[in-house]
């Protein structure tokens, strides 16, 4: 069982910045994938951004290019650097972790005002 632990969150105004990061309690694998999730009330789950133990990323399109996803091997934390954030950034986001099995966070609550 993996446990992950996130911080960073809160309310930000249109245009500023926030930090999520994310710490998994032990890792099952040398490989695996760590990233971000979020949610709206009534929406699927959707991509944010995740990172491999390699160091390749995937963004969703709508984050490419404000959000910065990064990793710490050694720490198994992953940090999710958000820029220009907008309004419709507003949403729970879940830490992911992948190895195998799929563990997500207890999901942080990013809201953006107008």
């Known amino acids: 069982q993996v446990q992950l632990v996130e911080s960073g969150g809160g309310l930000v105004q249109s245009g500023g910045s926030l930090k999520l990061s994310c710490t998994a309690s032990?890792?099952?694998?040398?490989?695996?994938?760590m990233g971000w999730y979020r949610q709206v009330p009534g929406k699927q789950r959707e991509l944010v951004a995740t990172i491999t133990t390699g160091g390749n990323t995937k963004y969703g399109d709508s984050v490419k290019g404000r959000f910065t996803i990064s990793r710490d091997n050694a720490k198994i934390t992953v940090s999710l650097q958000m820029n220009s954030l907008k309004p419709e950034d507003t949403a729970v986001y879940y830490c992911?972790?992948?190895?195998?099995?799929?563990?997500w966070g207890q999901g942080t609550q990013v809201t953006v005002s107008s």
């Open positions: 992911y972790y992948r190895s195998g099995n799929v563990y």
């Open positions: 032990r890792s099952s694998f040398s490989a695996y994938v």
